[in-house]
């Protein structure tokens, strides 16, 4: 009687709770997957805008020649950010990487000779150093009064918001799964040991502890559990690394949104999931199984 079959046969309620559990580390490999893709994404835009000043040269409201006008104010706060403190390199952008920039939002079709772009200045910020960014902003105003000055400090704090708001959320989820989980398997169990009381029973007559009948049930439950995770968990890996191959099958990525697919070196965080389901599928099999039968005997 060492295997765990005498104890639970699989009969037909095992299917469903497989499926079941399959489906949970499914949707608990997708969180997961997606808050990683999250943190990625929010700090490799924190760090390219934290070491970078943008100056903006709108069109005059009154101007004959408004682009010759954004060129000269343009380039005198060009001249300033040369001799600026903390700045190691200024360019102004040309009118084919402004368009480039403005593509994605408003489409090819959009963009027209008739509307003028204001004109763009990326700025690098040595590392370490320190920008004076009022004392700068106020010499932008005196030479160029249609610029302003950008050091991206709203977009870095609100990128930091997103990345936990959807951390934590992903957390949630993967606790409401796993809580779903041991609601299911504790169900299961009993269940399980309410069709086949007669052995149960059997097995106590015969000198068997609460213990042993635990061991044989959560073994089962393990098992099932860990396989049932697994193949959830690799749907989810395959859904990621088939979301990095979109443009094969025509379908074009969103320029300003992160990619949707895992890394290589990512994946292997996935199996925490299986592992995860196998231990909570164990622990509840487990303390189900003890509690009903301590209270029967």
Do not use: C
Not at 118 to 141: F, H, M, N, W, Y
Not at 142 to 147: F, K
């Amino acid at each position: 009687m060492s295997d765990s079959k005498y104890i639970l046969p699989r009969d037909k309620g095992a299917a469903p709770l497989d499926f079941v559990i399959a489906v949970m580390a499914f949707l608990a490999a997708l969180a997961l997957g997606a808050s990683m893709i999250a943190d990625r994404a929010a700090m490799g835009w924190q760090s390219g805008l934290a070491a970078r000043i943008t100056v903006q040269v709108l069109p005059p409201e009154k101007s004959s020649d408004p682009r010759g006008d954004m060129m000269r104010e343009a380039g005198a706060a060009l001249a300033i950010l040369g001799h600026a403190q903390g700045i190691s390199h200024a360019n102004i952008l040309s009118d084919a990487d402004t368009d480039a920039l403005v593509a994605p939002w408003v489409g090819k079709e959009g963009l027209t000779a008739d509307i003028p772009l204001p004109r763009l200045i990326d700025a690098s910020v040595i590392p370490g150093e320190k920008v004076d960014v009022e004392g700068l902003t106020a010499q932008l105003k005196q030479a160029a009064p249609n610029a302003t000055l950008d050091d991206h400090r709203s977009w870095i704090a609100r990128l930091g918001t997103l990345a936990d708001t959807m951390r934590y959320s992903a957390y949630v989820i993967l606790l409401l799964i796993a809580g779903a989980t041991a609601a299911a398997v504790s169900f299961a169990t009993r269940a399980g040991l309410d069709a086949h009381h007669e052995m149960v029973a059997l097995l106590h007559q015969m000198g068997a502890r609460a213990g042993f009948i635990a061991a044989m049930v959560e073994r089962h439950y393990f098992l099932s559990a860990l396989f049932a995770a697994l193949l959830g968990t690799l749907l989810a890996a395959a859904l990621f690394l088939g979301a990095g191959g979109l443009e094969v099958i025509g379908l074009e990525a969103v320029p300003f949104l992160p990619p949707l697919s895992l890394k290589w070196t990512e994946l292997p965080w996935l199996l925490l999931v299986p592992a995860a389901t196998a231990l909570i599928a164990w622990a509840t099999a487990r303390i189900s199984v003890l509690s009903v039968v301590r209270a029967i005997y």
